[in-house]
């Protein structure tokens, strides 16, 4: 069984129900790789307002929690497959977690990279700011 880890910071009813889901998995001795890819690049850099855009995921990409000094783990979405790939066919892997990244940004620069190419585009993104 291959998982995606989706780690989560805050303790919520999911995140309660994916670390029951892992005990059963550990506790019937099933084989298993618990994957993590951290955010996906395409959603941690904000995105320009667009009609064709939901507003939740907006509101997702364009926010900015307490300073966004924290930097997070990202990975671009196209390599996750291939990630994938590497970590099962590593044997070293079974019945482990595995994090993978390929960068590390604080959210405010992510913001700041969002706001140029937003700038050379002729659209602008307002961040929303978020007090943690």
Known sequence: MISCSHAVLIITSSAL?????HS???SIS?????IDVGWWMQLYTPVPPSPDLPPQFLAMTNSLYGT???K????NRSHIG???ACIIADPRTLNHAVIVWEDEVAQRDALEIGELFAATRGTVSVPTYVDC
């Open 82 to 84: 291939a990630w994938v």
């Open 30 to 34: 099933l084989p298993h790789t618990y």
């Open 68 to 70: 966004g000094e924290q």
């Open 24 to 26: 059963l998995i550990e």
């Open 17 to 21: 129900q994916k670390l029951e889901i």
């Open 72 to 75: 997070s783990l990202v990975t």
